[in-house]
């Protein structure tokens, strides 16, 4: 019984022990956790004021760019969404697609977000030309400030608050993200799809993963911009490599995100196209397989090397490099998709800066964590940071090629006055240079010059725009032998002038407004554009 009662008393004892120890373990087990959980509570906590500040500066970021990018910011968005909501029966001419169309090599669903805008203004009868230009890039600017924030948000799990700062900071100084991130392009909306995504991505340590939410705005992006998939390879090969259910990764996530995205597309395709057509397939056919991008020009292999991402990282590069350097290993997997993108489209001959912009964010995180490491010097580098990128954001943004919508001002006054049905405006300078109805929204009668790429594999095609541009005093005087063939305005770059003056003499234009472009003229692109009206 004293046995007994001895080992009953040391079992007694033990107990509160035994608590203690899985208090304790507990305590261990669950630290991780709580840390996240303060780091969500704080993320939380912040994110309203953040993102409050983030869309202010985004919305003073978009009304600070006032310049033309490149055609396709209105062209492949704003003009196919224009033509969509507000195209006349009665007037064919109202609204212009170009040649990609025809061949099925684009989609409905990007052009479909600003159609819907546009209907919604239409319902309104807010649908002021003002309001069709600018209404679009601002829900541009907020989606840019959701994505900033995510950005933050993604760093801040992974790391802590201080570093968090460092890439918010770099994100926001970055003189390409700020001239890029409000423009209508498919290449800003796939940018700021991979940021959504990448805070999804199962990167070791991240407590937001989520394989369905990352797989479906990576397939969204594909959607909108089917070369989305080239930076996306390598991140989801390796997610694949390391996660141990592949068969449920396949089966519950692949296939049906993928049936599901690729479903919807086809369906909004095949209602504007009235035919069946997967966009997809053509483009990565027309761009990749065949490369016939090389007819709006070709670079050497090394460009985006020496030139591209340099560009658009600025003053950001020795930072990314640094940065690539102190960063962690979990974030090579980070570098080696920004190599493998820029290596593939390296192997492309038509090359654009903006081509190469969803791996900025990427580089922004190096960056980040680089400057958070200089200690001493972090003040005096986030100042260089900021400096350094305000004059090009400023330049690009305010100056350089702003002529291109300016001069769309000059077009819609005809839009105000009873001359509206006589007007006929001709704009002779490179195709594409400016907008189109988009920015004038009434159905006046309007041409460019044109220059779709031959499909038919015929070695002497000329398009119009070479064709004019070879002999543009002879074109002209071919082209309207009648008087009565003449447009009442041509909008040409100053370039041109001098070329075509007899015929501007002989045929009674006289010049009614000068429009400044560029500081830096080239080729048929002048310093100024200039308007000129027919007396008669």
Not at 226 to 253: C, G, Y
Not at 361 to 369: A, L
Request: glycine content about 6%; aromatic content about 14%.
């Amino acid at each position: 019984m004293e046995a007994a009662g001895g080992l009953l008393a040391r079992a007694r004892a033990r107990r509160p022990e035994a608590v203690r120890l899985r208090k304790r373990r507990s305590v261990l087990y669950s630290a991780p956790g709580g840390a996240a959980g303060q780091r969500g509570a704080g993320a939380a906590g912040e994110s309203a004021p953040l993102l409050a500040l983030t869309v202010a500066l985004r919305t003073l970021n978009c009304f600070l760019v006032q310049t033309s990018f490149v055609p396709d910011e209105y062209w492949q968005s704003l003009e196919v969404a224009h033509r969509m909501v507000f195209k006349y029966p009665s007037r064919n001419n109202y609204g212009y697609l170009t040649w990609e169309w025809a061949n099925g090599l684009r989609g409905y669903s990007y052009p479909l977000i600003f159609a819907g805008i546009y209907k919604a203004l239409q319902l309104l009868a807010k649908d002021d030309v003002q309001l069709l230009i600018w209404v679009p890039r601002l829900a541009q600017a907020v989606l840019a400030a959701f994505a900033d924030v995510k950005l933050y948000s993604l760093v801040q799990h992974l790391e802590n608050v201080e570093t968090a700062k460092c890439v918010y900071f770099c994100q926001l100084c970055s003189w390409f993200t700020w001239y890029s991130c409000t423009r209508t392009l498919t290449n800003t909306m796939e940018t700021l799809l991979t940021i959504f995504a990448l805070s999804y991505y199962p990167i070791k340590g991240s407590k937001m993963r989520s394989s369905c939410k990352y797989l479906a705005l990576i397939a969204l992006a594909i959607v909108i911009r089917p070369t989305a998939v080239i930076l996306w390879i390598p991140l989801v090969f390796s997610h694949f490599l390391q996660e141990q259910r592949k068969a449920d990764l396949i089966l519950h996530n692949c296939i049906p995100v993928g049936l599901i995205t690729v479903g919807t597309s086809l369906i909004i395709d095949r209602v504007f196209f009235g035919e069946w057509v997967l966009v997809q397939l053509n483009f990565l056919k027309f761009n990749v397989l065949q490369n016939l991008g090389t007819f709006y020009g070709s670079h050497p292999w090394h460009w985006y090397f020496t030139q591209g991402l340099p560009v658009i990282l600025g003053t950001h590069l020795p930072f990314f490099i640094h940065g690539c350097v102190l960063a962690p290993k979990r974030y090579r997997i980070f570098l080696m998709a920004v190599i493998w993108t820029v290596l593939v489209y390296s192997t492309l001959s038509h090359k654009e800066f903006r081509f190469i912009y969803p791996v900025l964010p990427f580089c922004m995180v190096f960056c980040g964590y680089s400057l958070k490491h200089l200690k001493a010097w972090k003040k005096s580098a986030a100042s260089f940071l900021l400096l350094s990128n305000l004059v090009p954001a400023l330049y690009t943004g305010l100056i350089h090629q702003r002529g291109s919508l300016d001069v769309m001002s000059h077009i819609q006054q005809l839009c105000n006055n009873s001359y509206q049905s006589q007007a006929f405006v001709f704009i002779m300078m490179p195709c594409h240079s400016t907008p189109f109805y988009s920015h004038v929204h009434c159905p006046l009668k309007m041409r460019f010059l044109q220059c779709p790429p031959d499909l038919t594999g015929n070695e002497s095609y000329i398009d119009e725009a070479d064709l004019f541009y070879s002999n543009p005093l002879g074109w002209l005087n071919k082209e309207f032998y009648n008087d009565t063939l003449l447009p009442s305005h041509l909008i040409i770059f100053s370039v041109l002038e001098q070329e075509i003056s007899s015929f501007l003499a002989l045929r009674d234009y006289e010049k009614t407004a000068t429009v400044f472009h560029t500081h830096v003229p080239q080729g048929r692109v002048g310093s100024h554009i200039y308007v000129y009206r027919r007396k008669t």
